[in-house]
């Protein structure tokens, strides 16, 4: 099939018209109705091909024929990041979320350019009635070209302070304050970051979050005691590394991601630091993962749970019609949590 020039996507009627025949001629081909001449059949199917038609979804879902599916996509250009804890949980938060209705969860990796065309193509033909997105980039276009398309979408996260697709996500740069607040009340001063990808907005904001409560406790923000990870745990026993030998004598780590934050207690631990008497370190998650460090993680606890009921209820609001038509989009914010364990 060729590939769908750039631009309007190409309609009903356009394929009629190249074809020569009526839209309803057109409609049945696709379908694959009987009492179609093969010319004719060859005909709409080579105009469909010329022109990179896919069924539309609205006229699907107008005609009653819903897919009664939607779509959990992961952007995450990493493999070995699926890995982590923070995946696993969302998709058992959204599948848990939708046990209770009749719709079908369709998990998808996206990573490439091809790869969201292919997608947007998929989706638009009337796979799914909607899609939820999580892991997403600044840069990734994949929420705009899905809006474009007309698809009812909801985030986990957002791209940037002015996200314009509905989003669900949690008080990144609030939990993170309260995270590095808590270190300065422990009388800790050498308090280090080791944050997320910063192409991320929610790494970002836990960023901001950790430089405002430094600026709050009038302590300066040293930009060699901030180090970017990915994560990961294999990015924050690095990061801790390089911490160590920039500053010897760091008293507290505030890590954004438990993963990160478990990877900075096994170096600590290799290079002779007791924690907490030596260094604080604290996470940001609330994983399982936290319960079991040694020791037991002080952490940022975000109610993942209640992020995949909202993100849920959003799209199904969308697709039933039940939610507020005047607004454009909806943009939820939840509450994060700190959780004092026995790391700081």
């Not at 379908?31 to 080579?46: D, F, H, I, L, M």
């Not at 995450?76 to 599948?95: H, K, M, N, Q």
């Not at 270190?183 to 991320?200: E, K, N, S």
């Amino acid at each position: 099939m060729a590939k769908r020039r750039p631009g309007p996507a190409p309609t009903l009627e356009q394929v009629a018209a190249l074809a020569g025949v009526g839209r309803g001629t057109v409609s049945r081909v696709i379908n694959n109705e009987p009492g179609v001449k093969e010319s004719t059949r060859r005909a709409v199917q080579k105009a469909v091909a010329e022109l990179g038609y896919v069924p539309n979804l609205a006229a699907r879902t107008l005609a009653g024929r819903r897919a009664d599916a939607v779509a959990l996509v992961m952007t995450e250009r990493d493999w070995r990041l699926f890995g982590e804890p923070f995946f696993s949980e969302t998709v058992t938060a959204v599948s848990d979320a939708l046990s209770d209705t009749d719709v079908q969860l369709l998990l998808t990796l996206v990573r490439t350019d091809a790869e969201r065309q292919r997608f947007v193509e998929y989706a638009r033909g009337g796979r799914v009635d909607g899609v939820l997105l999580m892991s997403v980039r600044a840069d990734d276009r994949l929420p705009d070209m899905l809006a474009d398309a007309g698809l009812p979408t909801v985030l986990l996260g957002r791209r940037s302070g002015d996200e314009r697709v509905t989003y669900v996500d949690a008080d990144n740069a609030g939990g993170a304050r309260e995270a590095v607040g808590h270190l300065v009340r422990g009388g800790r001063r050498a308090i280090a970051a080791i944050t997320g990808p910063l192409d991320m907005y929610v790494a970002r904001c836990r960023l901001r979050g950790y430089r405002q409560a430094l600026a709050e406790a009038g302590l300066p923000d040293e930009p060699s005691l901030t180090v970017e990870g990915d994560f990961s745990e294999a990015s924050g026993r690095r990061a801790t590394s390089e911490l160590l030998l920039r500053h010897p004598a760091l008293d507290a780590v505030f890590a954004a991601s438990d993963t990160m934050a478990a990877g900075a207690l096994a170096v600590l631990r290799a290079a002779g630091r007791r924690v907490p008497e030596d260094v604080a370190v604290i996470g940001f998650d609330d994983f399982q993962l936290a319960q079991h460090t040694d020791p037991p993680l002080t952490t940022v606890r975000q109610p993942l749970e209640e992020l995949g009921r909202t993100m849920v209820r959003l799209l199904l609001d969308e697709l039933t019609g039940s939610g507020q038509p005047e607004v454009a989009w909806r943009h939820v914010v939840l509450r994060t949590r700190l959780v004092v364990r026995e790391s700081a």
